[in-house]
């Protein structure tokens, strides 16, 4: 199950970042593949995304002339999230397999969780309501039109998008001012806290994880736990990189369906399988 979903979320990665002109050059892809959306967190700026980001989608449509409904974004997250939930998250998004490389290398005791998870975990709620929602003037109508989210947070931004584009463009790194070394200094202590904690951008700041998170218990696709068959060894438990208790496998809006449980159940009272 590792080997496999690790070669999925290289495919998908190398899929959705194949414009290797762009990264040649340091040039953006401006086709119109950009006017569809892949989904998981995958920068617009990024000089090899052949699509968009959805959280990037959903700032742009906000922050339109006067307001109106992002009807072509919510209608994205609603299938993709009414499909799949955070299986995205554990198996799509190119900054999650960053985070999970990063988690791999072999520095500092391991840990599941941050100190304090249990308010910390609503971060990412945070980020979506103040940054993507307010921040792109859903509240404000036309005072505040920022997509906040990506020009201030955002550390996939940061390593698929500007360094890349600056390493590849000379006349860009001209242009190189605070707010460039304020994204490097967050995507530098993310970095840190991979190599420690298992995904920490994932669980505690990401708004698409948020936004998926609500679609884990009536998604598609699902972990479902036979709970008559269940020996109770705990080693699903044990297993669990975000540390979810059976109960809350794949119905936790934590849960990013990785599938480490099901591997290592002894009983196989756990299975992928349609809702």
């Given at each position: 199950m590792k080997r496999l979903r690790l070669t999925v979320q290289l495919l998908f990665t190398i899929l959705s970042n194949g414009y290797l002109y762009g990264f040649l050059h340091g040039k953006i892809y401006q086709g119109n593949l950009k006017y569809a959306c892949v989904p998981g967190l995958n920068c617009y700026s990024c000089p090899g995304a052949v699509a968009s980001c959805p959280i990037g989608a959903l700032q742009a449509l906000l922050n339109r002339q006067g307001f109106r409904v992002p009807f072509g974004a919510l209608g994205f997250f609603f299938v993709i999230g009414s499909l799949l939930g955070r299986f995205v998250c554990g198996w799509l998004c190119p900054f999650g397999l960053a985070q999970d490389l990063l988690h791999k290398i072999p520095v500092f005791r391991k840990r599941k969780r941050l100190p304090f998870h249990s308010v910390l975990k609503y971060g990412k709620y945070i980020?979506?309501?103040?940054?993507?929602?307010?921040?792109?003037?859903?509240?404000?109508?036309?005072?505040?039109?920022?997509?906040?989210?990506?020009?201030?947070?955002?550390?996939?931004?940061?390593?698929?998008?500007?360094?890349?584009?600056?390493?590849?463009?000379?006349?860009?790194?001209?242009?190189?001012?605070?707010?460039?070394?304020?994204?490097?200094?967050?995507?530098?202590?993310?970095?840190?806290?991979?190599?420690?904690?298992?995904?920490?951008?994932?669980?505690?700041?990401?708004?698409?994880?948020?936004?998926?998170?609500?679609?884990?218990?009536?998604?598609?696709?699902?972990?479902?736990?036979?709970?008559?068959?269940?020996?109770?060894?705990?080693?699903?438990?044990?297993?669990?990189?975000?540390?979810?208790?059976?109960?809350?496998?794949?119905?936790?809006p934590e849960c990013i369906r990785c599938g480490r449980c099901v591997e290592v159940c002894p009983g196989n009272c756990l299975s992928w399988r349609p809702r």
């Open positions: 980020a979506l309501f103040f940054l993507v929602c307010i921040g792109s003037a859903f509240l404000f109508g036309g005072y505040a039109k920022v997509p906040a989210f990506c020009k201030y947070l955002c550390p996939s931004g940061t390593l698929f998008g500007a360094i890349p584009l600056l390493a590849a463009n000379e006349s860009l790194r001209g242009q190189i001012g605070g707010l460039f070394y304020w994204k490097l200094g967050i995507l530098l202590l993310v970095i840190l806290l991979s190599i420690k904690v298992y995904r920490p951008f994932c669980q505690y700041l990401c708004p698409l994880g948020a936004i998926y998170g609500f679609f884990n218990r009536f998604s598609l696709v699902q972990i479902h736990w036979k709970e008559e068959q269940c020996i109770a060894c705990m080693a699903c438990e044990k297993a669990c990189p975000v540390a979810l208790s059976r109960d809350e496998i794949s119905r936790s």
